[in-house]
């Protein structure tokens, strides 16, 4: 008797997301580069990358992913999507201080040297999967802002984040008290969803 054969694997929202990056789609590419964009430049600012430099190491993080992301897989023991995106980013930065530090080590000497040196090595506790997760959902949670009406969307910061209450909200928005809970149901749906279709 021979062993049943396992189901077949569905694909998960973040991964057909993912497999969109890997074939440049436009608009995968975007969606990432709109989600993780603002993580990468918070990294770089948390290092000590000035705010005139920190748009340049954004971009080189990811025209590094665009040339890694055909062969990106995720293992456990290699790490996630956002590992690896932290990794790049790390490298990145430091590849930004030791150009830096060349360029000042000709104007200050060793100590600019060993100034920048430092910085490049403390990026393991600033650049990590962990430090982004509440940037990443306070991004998601402004790119699902547009999908939605502004009296829906209105309900739901006013229910949700402000916490004031539904009967309040619903005569302040002129809607009825469950107008106001499906408005803060359907946003709640939509961020949830959308956060599940983040790469790990």
């Not at 971009?59 to 040339?67: E, I, N, P």
């Not at 062969?71 to 995106?85: A, I």
Request: glycine share 4%; net charge positive; hydrophobic share 40%.
């Amino acid at each position: 008797m021979t062993a049943p054969l396992p189901p077949p694997e569905h694909p998960t929202l973040s991964s057909q997301w993912m497999m969109g990056v890997k074939q440049m789609q436009p608009d995968s590419w975007n969606r990432l580069a709109s989600t993780f964009g603002p993580i990468v430049y918070q990294w770089c600012r948390t290092s000590g990358v000035s705010s005139s430099d920190a748009a340049d190491v954004v971009q080189d993080v990811f025209a590094s992913v665009a040339r890694g992301i055909g062969n990106f897989e995720r293992q456990k023991e290699q790490g996630s999507f956002r590992s690896w995106l932290a990794t790049i980013t790390r490298n990145r930065i430091r590849d930004h201080f030791r150009n830096q530090a060349k360029r000042e080590a000709a104007i200050g000497g060793t100590d600019a040297w060993q100034r920048m040196e430092q910085q490049a090595e403390s990026l393991e506790s600033t650049v990590c999967p962990q430090s982004s997760e509440a940037a990443l959902v306070h991004q998601v949670v402004a790119m699902v802002e547009c999908e939605f009406e502004p009296k829906t969307w209105q309900a739901f910061l006013q229910t949700t984040i402000q916490q004031q209450p539904a009967s309040q909200v619903a005569a302040t928005l002129v809607m009825s008290v469950a107008a106001v809970y499906q408005a803060k149901s359907r946003v709640l749906r939509r961020i949830r969803t959308r956060l599940q279709e983040l790469p790990d």
